[in-house]
């Protein structure tokens, strides 16, 4: 079961791992780490959670959203299951498709920084293969040998 009261979503026959003891990966309090990649991601034989939910039909819609917050004051850091909340920023979304269906790859046109291009993604995102992973998983930052050099 993941939540509590009205919004708790209990998903039948989800595999997971029990995590006891854990020295100097996670630093700070967490409730709970859980996997939302594509299975190709998945240990074998486990069904991702999210996908267990869509394929039990336990969602209103089969989105997740992650609202990350340093500003502990304001609000907490929230993870949503089956819509986004509004509340938490103003403007529209703007949705990007999926090209790498493994971890969430999107395309990537550009790098601005003080208002000029880095040109990663060639002149105006020529580079068609430019893609970026949206990767709550991490802190760290990826890119593809060609953009670092």
Known sequence: MIGQGEHAIKIKNQKFGNV???QGIFNGGF???IGMAYPELAEQSVTPVFDNMMGQKL???NIF????TTNSQETESDLTLGYYDKTKFTGDLVWHPIKFKYMFGIQLDDIIVNGKSLGFCGEKGTKKDC???VDSGTTMMAMPGWAYN
Request: proline fraction near 0%; charged fraction near 25%.
């Open 131 to 133: 893609l970026v992973t």
């Open 59 to 61: 969602l209103k819609n």
């Open 31 to 33: 409730e709970a780490v």
């Open 20 to 22: 006891e003891y854990e």
């Open 65 to 68: 959203a992650f609202y990350l």
